[in-house]
T-cell receptor
């Protein structure tokens, strides 16, 4: 069965430092996509970054990068130069042609708190 | 573009009452989804649709029904609300998966539902 695991319920980081949020996944599919979403206290879900299983390069979007290690089935999010506005819940998610459903499966999330 | 909108934003129901949540998107997306978010559990898929006139069950479909009569709208119905359905409900939409590229899902702002 497909599964996303985020083992860090909460993380603290000082402003301007880098932080890594862990995500491991389990799937028997060869083709899948990995996503990270941010959910601030206001509640909306904001798409951050995407990594395809066949992509050879790690994805980057501004201060966000995805450390994709396919053999270890991990897709960690790295936020560089943290800002106070980065304080939020972060969800890792996986999408693939699971039995032709194209569903998105979420982890339980990591709450990141950035302090001055 | 308004993106994905949800109506209503908040609702309080009594046990046994019925209601319909409306989701609308103006991005011409083929796929639409309904999720619920409970504390500590991430987002779980209730029902989804891969096109106008089609719907399918997700991970937690019991107690809910859906309809997609128009491509831009996806309705979630609760026929007889129960306290266990107290949750935040998110609608999402996306383009059809293209080859090995999985498109991100765009989320609505959420509906906070309380069942007494």
């Amino acid at each position: 069965a497909q599964k996303i695991t985020q083992t860090q319920p909460g993380m603290f980081v000082q402003e301007k430092e880098a932080v890594t949020l862990d995500c491991t996944y389990d799937t028997s599919d060869q083709s899948y996509g990995l996503f990270w979403y941010k959910q601030p206290s206001s509640g909306e879900m904001i798409f951050l970054i995407y990594q395809g299983s066949y992509d050879e390069q790690n994805a980057t979007e501004g201060r966000y990068s995805l450390n994709f290690q396919k053999a270890r089935k991990s897709a960690n999010l790295v936020i560089s130069a943290s800002q106070l506005g980065d304080s939020a819940m972060y969800f890792c998610a996986m999408r693939g042609s699971f039995y032709n459903t194209d569903k998105l499966i979420f982890g339980t999330g990591t709450r990141l708190q950035v302090f001055p | 573009n308004a993106g994905v909108t949800q109506t209503p934003k908040f609702r309080v129901l009594k046990t046994g009452q019925s209601m319909t949540l409306l989701c609308a998107q103006d991005m011409n997306h083929e796929y639409m989804y309904w999720y619920r978010q409970d504390p500590g559990m991430g987002l779980r898929l209730i029902h989804y649709s891969v096109g106008e006139g089609t719907t399918a069950k997700g991970e937690v479909p019991d107690g809910y029904n859906v309809s997609r009569l128009k491509k831009q709208n996806f309705l979630l119905g609760l026929e007889s609300a129960a306290p266990s359905q107290t949750s935040v409900y998110f609608c999402a939409s996306s383009y059809r998966t293209s080859g090995r590229t999985y498109n991100e899902q765009f989320f609505g702002p959420g509906t906070r539902l309380t069942v007494l």
